[in-house]
Nanobody, 121 residues
Framework: VQLQASGGGLVQAGGSLSLSCAASGLTFSGYDMGWFRQAPGKEREFVSTISRSGATTYYADSVKGRFTISRDNAKNTVYLQMNSLEPEDTAVYYC???????????????WGQGTQVTVSS
């Protein structure tokens, strides 16, 4: 199983980035997908999750209204559109595949390698 996250980079506050996570080696439509992030010196935290069909989504309060998660099961890919970025969003962003649309990282079986997002003020 491989989850390949991409799309990170450096952006000014107020800008946007779109992350992608391409999955292989698993039946993508059979997994709920999540995005987590980890800032330097902090624990990994939940960002968003989407159900297998894409019908259900959840967001952390800190990103609600600014970030949008989506997926394309035909392309085995999950996306995270990030708008109105803030310096506090600076972190390594990880995608994960799991058994539940949960903010609990332990429910996710597979993890990508992460992509760096840096937001300058």
């Amino acid at each position: 199983v491989q989850l390949q996250a991409s799309g990170g980079g450096l952006v000014q506050a107020g800008g946007s980035l779109s992350l992608s996570c391409a999955a292989s080696g698993l039946t993508f439509s059979g997994y709920d997908m999540g995005w987590f992030r980890q800032a330097p010196g902090k624990e990994r935290e939940f960002v968003s999750t989407i159900s297998r069909s894409g019908a259900t989504t959840y967001y952390a309060d800190s990103v609600k209204g600014r970030f949008t998660i989506s997926r394309d099961n035909a392309k085995n890919t999950v996306y995270l559109q990030m708008n109105s970025l803030e310096p506090e969003d600076t972190a390594v962003y990880y995608c994960a595949a799991g058994r539940s649309t949960t903010k609990t990282s332990g429910w996710y079986d597979y993890w990508g390698q992460g992509t760096q997002v840096t937001v300058s003020s």
